[in-house]
């Protein structure tokens, strides 16, 4: 439609006939088709929005529909929600200018690694609380943001095993120290993000080797996220070569864990260091 050409959208009928859609019962099926309308009809965007990629794919239109229960007024506004974000983010330019994975070095507290898949395909971004913070929370954010992107970007591929749109959180604190980490309002900001603008995108966090501390403060992360989310957060311990797997629940076998805990993230399809 014009409309859909004037903010760069795909065709409804591109949405709609996604083999995630088709396979939808029909009045799942039927509220997607009226979601999808209304973003572009009821009125244009503005040029506030960055909606691109967002209203016109089917697993985004998927994803928040879930997340709010298929009730198409709130995903509607949690939707034009993130649009607004991404706009103000700056998040295509953001991406687009990102150029070359770095070396491994940081200076915001902490290295990002894509690290294989979890045991059912899962992408596995690997956070390594090993490097100084020198207090830049917006360059630990923008740096963040590109690895969920990224990771998102793995979990979408047709390839991808698991076919459920999630990556797996794996936190790395076996180098931690007082100095290795991002400011409280850093991890609230990255946090934040990722519930409210990529819903259905996290599939577990893993908290390896914590402090007490880091353990006590994992209560209070309850506070400012969604249940949902907070149920999705692990605290592991393990020793050198350990496989908890117990505590794992069936989320890794023994040869993925090894190879998301230390492998060294290799991956010929994305930047594998942020």
Not at 33 to 52: F, G, H, M, N
Not at 74 to 93: C, D, H, I, P, S
Not at 106 to 116: I, M, P, R
Not at 118 to 141: C, E, K, M, Q, Y
Request: glycine share 8%; net charge positive.
């Amino acid at each position: 439609s014009a409309q859909s050409e004037t903010v760069g959208l795909q065709p409804l009928a591109s949405t709609m006939s996604d083999p995630r859609v088709l396979a939808l019962p029909r009045d799942q099926r039927a509220a997607l088709r009226s979601l999808a309308k209304t973003l572009v009809e009821r009125v244009p965007p503005p040029k506030s929005e960055d909606a691109a990629g967002l209203y016109d794919d089917a697993g985004a239109l998927l994803r928040y529909l879930q997340s709010e229960n298929w009730d198409i007024l709130k995903t509607e506004a949690r939707l034009r929600k993130t649009a607004l974000w991404r706009r103000e983010f700056g998040l295509q330019g953001f991406l687009a200018d990102a150029g070359s994975p770095k070396n491994g070095k940081s200076d915001e507290g902490y290295t990002l690694v894509l690290a294989g898949t979890d045991a059912h395909g899962r992408p596995v971004l690997r956070v390594r609380l090993d490097r100084p913070d020198f207090g830049n929370p917006t360059a630990a954010i923008l740096r963040a943001v590109r690895g969920i992107e990224t990771a998102s970007a793995l979990a979408d591929q047709p390839q991808a095993k698991a076919a459920d749109g999630r990556f797996v959180l794996l936190v790395d604190f076996r180098r931690y120290s007082s100095s290795n980490r991002p400011r409280l309002f850093t991890l609230r900001q990255i946090a934040q993000i990722l519930q409210d603008h990529y819903p259905q995108r996290l599939g577990r966090a893993i908290l390896v080797n914590p402090p007490l501390r880091i353990r006590v403060a994992v209560r209070w992360l309850g506070a400012f996220v969604m249940p949902a989310t907070y149920e999705k957060v692990s605290v592991v311990s393990c020793g050198p070569d350990g496989f908890p797997e117990e505590v794992l629940d069936g989320c890794f076998d023994k040869e993925t864990w090894t190879a998301a805990l230390d492998g060294d993230g290799a991956s010929p399809s994305a930047p594998t260091v942020f």
